[in-house]
């Protein structure tokens, strides 16, 4: 309950949710004794794979028993998933702590959510200086909270989409302004650009070109190919590797863990063959394709198997249509997305779905009603709407092997975890 207090607290601080912009965060964390510049970081943007790419980092750093913090957004059932320090979660009251006292040095003055909760971070970050941090940035880069450094390890570029468009200006809403947004203020330490589309990856060299940073490609540094009998093959300056198949599914994570083990390679951190083949096996991200398989909500699937994934824009749609394809079986797919996405955009990546059921999230004020959602997906077969997560499930017939997948907002994955 307290926690939520302070919470509430921050969030009535800036009128916005999002007001980009570095001034406010730099003047209270210059209060704060500049903590962001006492920290070791691997910066990681993009548009898609943020998360998993730093998940895959996590779990290799941990097996080979080195101390890391995590800085992610958003998080999906408690806000603790944000803070992990010395590879531990803060728990409430060490939350709780940490946030009144970062809010006493700030002195009510405007914020946003993101920005005190990313100064939070930092702040607590400087008591771990030899830590790793592996720290996630937001919509963009340039203006981000989390682009305060003067140092860092590496920056990590993810794929780079269309997303978040409705912030750019209507004659900016292209791939190169995305691109600018996410790469042109870079610090000169280390860049690793994972795999992309080509017009999209001369984009972001251009972008990058008079950075003087070491600066490593996919297909040109290092690269995988997927391999057969359980295992895959990567490949980097340093050798090659036979590895196993990761814990986590889909092909698209094989290029998230590649980038994540070509960062930690190049990095020098002393890692062990052994440490990435256990690592990759052991891998914590939920709500990019995770399997459900107990629990309330998974009671009602039986012994289907039950996936979420918090895919939300066109690429995303596209990564996960790959894995649909490869899968033969009836997909049915319940669907919730933010207003501010391109809803058509999206399904019509989804190819050979037996059914498409739309619902509201709950508690989202900036969520599209599932029965809008509807009728933007009219012209698809068998679409219907349901009320909730709990009665869209039941309205669905699934047979012995069909697979259900509730995807579109990780707003949504939250909701299902939590009915769960």
């Not at 969030?11 to 920290?39: A, F, V, W």
């Not at 970050?125 to 720290?135: S, T």
């Not at 140092?151 to 570029?157: F, G, R, V, W, Y």
Request: proline letters at 3%; a positive charge.
């Amino acid at each position: 309950m307290k926690l939520q207090k302070i919470l509430s607290r921050f969030l009535r601080l800036h009128p916005k949710e999002i007001d980009l912009s570095l001034d406010r965060i730099l003047n209270l964390c210059d209060k704060l004794g500049n903590p962001q510049n006492k920290t070791k970081v691997i910066n990681v943007v993009g548009t898609n794979g943020k998360n998993s790419t730093i998940q895959a980092c996590y779990s290799i750093l941990k097996e080979a028993n080195i101390k890391c913090n995590v800085y992610t957004s958003p998080h999906l059932q408690k806000v603790n998933e944000r803070f992990v320090f010395d590879n531990q979660e803060l728990k409430d009251d060490e939350l709780s702590d940490l946030f009144e006292e970062v809010e006493k040095v700030n002195n009510n003055q405007p914020i946003t959510f993101f920005e005190i909760l990313t100064a939070c971070y930092f702040y607590k970050a400087a008591q771990y200086p030899e830590n790793i941090n592996l720290v996630e940035s937001g919509l963009f880069f340039r203006f981000d909270a989390t682009n305060i450094l003067k140092k860092n390890l590496a920056t990590i570029i993810t794929s780079i989409s269309k997303d978040h468009l409705d912030w750019l200006p209507k004659n900016d809403q292209t791939i190169q302004k995305i691109v600018f947004e996410k790469t042109s203020n870079l610090l000169n330490s280390n860049i690793i650009v994972a795999k992309q589309n080509q017009n999209t990856m001369n984009y972001i060299k251009k972008n990058i070109s008079k950075n003087q940073s070491n600066k490593i490609f996919f297909n040109e540094d290092f690269s995988f190919t997927n391999g057969e009998n359980g295992y895959f093959y990567y490949e980097d300056k340093l050798g090659g590797l036979k590895l196993p198949e990761p814990n986590v599914l889909g092909l698209h994570q094989l290029e998230n863990i590649s980038t994540a083990i070509v960062t930690l390679r190049m990095l020098n951190f002393n890692i062990k063959d052994e440490n990435i083949k256990i690592g990759i096996q052991k891998i914590n991200n939920i709500a990019r394709l995770q399997e459900i398989a107990a629990g309330k909500l998974k009671n009602l699937v039986k012994d289907n198997l039950f996936l979420i994934s918090g895919d939300h824009n066109e690429d995303g749609a596209r990564v996960l249509n790959d894995y649909l394809q490869s899968l033969d079986c009836n997909k049915h797919l319940i669907v919730g997305m933010m207003a501010n996405k391109n809803h058509e955009g999206y399904i019509r990546y989804l190819k050979n779905i037996s059914s498409i059921t739309t619902v509201d999230i709950p508690n989202q004020p900036n969520a599209i009603s599932g029965k809008k959602l509807k009728d933007k997906f009219k012209n698809l077969p068998n679409v219907k709407y349901a009320e909730s997560v709990e009665k869209a499930i039941k309205s669905i017939e699934l047979n012995r092997g069909d697979l259900l997948l509730i995807t579109g907002s990780l707003y949504l994955c939250s909701e299902v975890l939590n009915l769960n």
